[in-house]
């Protein structure tokens, strides 16, 4: 296995947690102007974008980690499995979601994934140790088994390449398999595999976080700036459609941290299309398990996607290069309980339980408020992958019976249903409280969609008071709505309530009072909470 984990390594080099920092900061929120009551203010101007909304932004992840492939979307010998061996339960939890892309195979399955090992008959397929969390791998689960599932669902894949143990040639070959259409070695293979199309991919990322000890194959920054560009040019030239992201910091807290950004880019910034950015969030060490510091802590996610923005515009200066790169924010979630080098090690058994993080009411608001950061910055963050989907930190978890929700699938739905069209660029004003870590934190945190085809507006609003309702007085500079059609909030007594298969819905959304729609309307949220408004125009 890889001989540590990313909590080991940080361990060693003395960060006990994703530590809040010492400096002040409020980014973006610095729109966020004081007021000393709890009635805060927001002005929806819809002629005022942030950006148009890449659906890409709502992604997820699926990883040969755990349970999440076997026994979460595949599973042949499960009463709830398709003749495909697809979970039916699983399959349409998802499509119902519309998850626009999913991520495959890894994550840190992928620094040592041979891609071979997992196409052509099934009974020909070699049972490998997965070495990145000590897990048998029967490989019946691969390419096109994940191709055909996202065609079942109706999603996008985004497939990841081995660039750790693996070669830029064998990537290279890897695209030829996936996107020519035949009369080459790689493609007549996917023929002979029966599948006569192409599958025409069109995002790729170059590796999983090749700056982490715990990775297989890691290595220096330099070093992989220019393994990343040999791939990228040896992919491209089979198929010059592709986008491509580049390995960036697995962490905030890595000792490298936008240092490996900057000279990873410097090697292959004209090769590539974005750069990629990991993060989970904790109430752990990192907070002190105090929840007002945890209900912050998507500023610090804010602040991540700045200092990324940063150092990929330095590089683009200095190569007076013309174009301006991307964010893949492409691993993001609450995951800090199931993190220790155990809950990475599966034993050498096939499909153990590994990371099946349980998620109460806090995580789910954390994840709300780490959507409005997303949202916010969608102008640079044109892609994001809540990570994972199925059973290891994820949102769906199953069991022989069925697929629960847990707490976090809901605030995840109500972006990919409702947060279409433009994201805006609000002027919000809230009381504010101090984290000393981060600084001024205002109580209200919002952002907002504008869907210019329906006329309509939504809102997603985090209430970071710990005690006190706030009232949120929203103006509308011009189109106000007719009406609210849709106004529902997640809260209750009890931070952290979670759900489970004997009892479902202990923790889902409630509605909440609509006021009444006009130039001026005022929403009360309830204290620790999160709101969804949909207010057609
Ligand atoms: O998502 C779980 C793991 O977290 C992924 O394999 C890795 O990329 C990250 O460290």
Redesign the pocket.
């Known amino acids: 296995m890889a001989s540590m ?2 909590r080991q390594f940080l361990r060693q080099v003395g960060v006990t947690g994703v530590a809040l920092r010492a400096d002040s900061w409020v980014g973006r929120a610095a729109q966020v102007q004081t007021r000393t009551s709890t009635h805060a203010r927001v002005i929806v101007d819809p002629a005022r974008p942030v950006a148009s909304l890449d659906r890409r932004l709502f992604g997820s ?1 699926v ?1 040969h ?1 755990g349970r999440c492939i076997y026994g979460g979307i595949y599973e042949p010998g499960s009463k709830l499995a398709d003749p495909d061996g697809f979970r039916k339960d699983v399959l349409a939890e998802v499509r119902q979601l519309g998850v626009p892309i999913i991520r495959y195979p ?4 992928v620094s040592g994934y041979n891609w071979l090992d997992g196409v052509g008959p099934k009974k020909d397929r070699p049972r490998v140790l997965n070495l ?1 969390s000590n897990s048998i791998e029967s490989n019946q689960f691969g390419t096109n088994e994940f191709l055909a599932w996202c065609r079942a669902v109706g999603t996008e894949p985004l497939l990841a390449v081995n660039l750790g143990t693996g070669t830029p040639e064998r990537a290279a070959n890897l695209v030829e398999y996936c996107n020519v259409e035949g009369g080459t070695r790689w493609s007549d293979l996917r023929r002979q595999h029966v599948v006569e199309k192409p599958y025409s991919i069109k995002y790729w990322c170059l590796g ?2 090749m700056d ?1 000890p ?1 990775q297989l194959g890691h290595m220096p920054a330099k070093e992989y700036g220019l393994k990343a560009r040999d791939a990228a040019l040896q992919m491209r030239t089979v198929d010059p459609s592709i986008k491509l992201v580049a390995c960036g910091s ?1 962490e905030v807290t890595m000792p490298t941290y936008l240092e490996w950004d900057r000279q990873t880019l410097e090697e292959c910034y004209d090769d590539v299309d974005a750069i990629s950015l ?1 993060h ?1 969030f904790g109430n752990g060490l990192e907070t002190g398990g105090d929840s007002s510091k945890f209900l912050a802590i998507n500023l610090m996610m804010d602040r991540q996607i700045e200092e990324i923005i940063a150092v990929c515009d330095m590089v683009r200066g200095r190569k007076r290069s013309k174009k301006q790169l991307w964010l893949s924010f492409d ?1 993001w979630n609450v ?1 800090y309980r199931k993190n220790t080098e155990a809950d990475m090690n599966g034993q050498r058994k096939e499909a153990p339980h590994l ?1 099946e993080e349980v998620y109460n009411l806090e995580d789910a608001l954390v994840v709300g408020g780490l959507i409005i950061t997303l949202l916010r910055h969608s102008d640079r963050v044109r892609l994001a992958c809540l ?2 989907l199925v059973n ?2 994820a949102p769906l978890v199953t069991n022989a019976d069925g697929v629960l929700r847990q707490t976090i699938y809901y605030p995840y739905a109500w972006a990919l249903k409702y947060g279409r069209g433009n994201a805006l660029n609000l002027v919000v004003e809230s009381e504010t409280y101090e984290v000393p870590e981060i600084g001024r934190v205002p109580y209200v945190d919002i952002a907002g969609t504008f869907d210019p085809e329906s006329g309509s507006t939504t809102l997603f609003i985090l209430n970071r008071d710990m005690i006190k309702a706030r009232e949120v007085e929203v103006m509308w500079r011009e189109g106000a709505p007719t009406r609210v059609s849709e106004c529902q909030v997640m809260t209750g007594p009890d931070l952290k309530a979670y759900n489970s298969f004997e009892a479902p819905k202990r923790v889902i959304p409630q509605s909440l009072e609509r006021p009444k729609a006009g130039a001026r309307m005022t929403f009360e949220l309830p204290a620790h909470s999160y709101t969804l408004a949909h207010l057609p125009g």
């Open positions: 984990c990313r992840f990883e980690i890894g994550g840190n399955f990145a999983n976080e982490g715990w697995s990991h989970y691993e995951w990371v990570a994972q290891d930190i």
